[in-house]
């Protein structure tokens, strides 16, 4: 069956060290998102990709990267972890480009914890 | 002011009655209304997605849709303790590259 996965699924990590944060899907969407959950805030969109080659930032991409060097593959760098970065992320993919109307399809989650 | 409104809750409603739950948005060009459930420790998924105006109606779920207003809600008839998690509304906007925006979630409670 399809789906979207994320690795890991926990992590721990200090202050000032590069993390990246793993989504694969095998449904060749096209669309591609990062969100972060955090307590009051809900979902918050990190960055996003219509397609290979095209990524976009989001309400708070700052300290954050992505690159999409293939359909399945979306991943997500911390270029200095914070501790304010300390959160549940959330990997999610829709099928067509640029259409309003698709539903995200989410991973499992990855919670990581910035010390 | 945020662009998707939530009451965060939690709502308490009893088993077989009928839960509500609010949603106001800010860009009036917004075009695709969407209700995700969370249940705690997993990841959203999608109940119900609502376009145009009016209600919209899948088992004991409804989708209501006032564009004029800026409102969305779900109604849940017959409440199972099975409801009860966090329900997100989201909400792509009209400008901006189809961006969909999430609201905070409402938490809803079924007692048995």
């Known amino acids: 069956d399809a789906e979207i996965t994320q690795s890991p699924r926990h992590k721990i990590t200090e202050t000032g060290r590069q993390v990246t944060l793993a989504c694969h899907q095998t449904?060749?969407?096209?669309?591609m998102f990062w969100y972060r959950q955090d307590l009051g805030h809900g979902l918050r969109l990190i960055h996003y990709s219509y397609g290979v080659q095209d990524t976009n930032k989001g309400e708070v991409s700052d300290g954050y990267s992505v690159s999409r060097s293939n359909t399945e593959d979306l991943p997500l760098t911390l270029e200095s972890a914070a501790s304010s970065q300390t959160s549940v992320y959330f990997c999610?993919?829709?099928?067509?480009?640029?259409?309003?109307?698709?539903?995200?399809?989410f991973g499992p989650g990855t919670r990581l914890t910035v010390l | 002011q945020k662009e998707v409104e939530q009451n965060s809750g939690p709502l308490s409603v009893p088993e077989g009655a009928i839960a509500s739950l609010n949603c106001t948005y800010s860009d009036r060009v917004s075009q695709s209304f969407f209700w995700y459930r969370q249940y705690s420790g997993k990841s959203p998924e999608l109940i119900m997605s609502?376009?145009?105006?009016g209600d919209k109606e899948d088992g004991r779920f409804t989708a209501q849709l006032n564009k004029a207003s800026q409102y969305v809600s779900l109604l849940i008839r017959d409440s199972q303790p099975s409801d009860s998690a966090t329900y997100l509304c989201a909400v792509t906007l009209g400008t901006g590259g189809f961006k969909t925006i999430f609201g905070a979630g409402t938490r809803l409670f079924v007692k048995a």
């Open positions: 449904w060749n969407h096209n669309n």
């Open positions: 609502i376009y145009s105006n």
């Open positions: 999610a993919s829709s099928e067509s480009q640029g259409v309003s109307t698709d539903t995200q399809y």
